[in-house]
């Protein structure tokens, strides 16, 4: 395949259940966890993430939205080797229940019994600034719109 497009990188991030969100701690370090985009990422470079308020990822991107989101798929996108991905982006922190009831799937329930209606869940909203990635043989930059 010669070059990927944003229509490439959301149905390969759609096969892809978790990825690695880097953030800047207060510290200035880095810091890396994985995290469910539950298969959640719209055509035009968003992925979404449910993360808790009390949570240092959402201390993280609070104090600064630069993100890093680091994928691997199983496989590239003609059977060649896997694929990787590594998206730079900018958070938008989401709290608005009727957004967090669009992106809710059952499986959050998990860790927030009482659904988008649970007090301090909030969205993440990973907006792409720029994407690379790496396919078999092919490697190169995704235009974000």
Not at 13 to 26: P, R, Y
Not at 86 to 115: F, M, Q, T
């Amino acid at each position: 395949m010669s070059g990927m497009d944003i229509k490439d990188v959301a149905k390969t991030l759609k096969d892809i259940d978790f990825v690695m969100l880097n953030t800047h701690t207060d510290g200035g370090q880095i810091a890396g966890r994985p995290m469910s985009n539950n298969r959640d990422v719209e055509y035009d470079g968003d992925s979404w993430f449910f993360v808790d308020e009390e949570s240092r990822t959402f201390a993280d991107v609070s104090a600064n939205p630069k993100v890093t989101l680091s994928a691997q798929g199983s496989k590239g996108l003609l059977g060649k080797p896997p694929i990787f991905l590594s998206v730079e982006g900018e958070v938008e922190i989401v709290k608005d229940k009727a957004i967090l009831a669009e992106h809710w799937n059952k499986d959050l329930e998990r860790w927030w019994p009482e659904g988008p209606e649970t007090p301090g869940v909030a969205l993440l909203k990973v907006h792409a600034t720029r994407i690379h990635y790496w396919d078999g043989e092919d490697e190169g930059e995704v235009p974000v719109p």
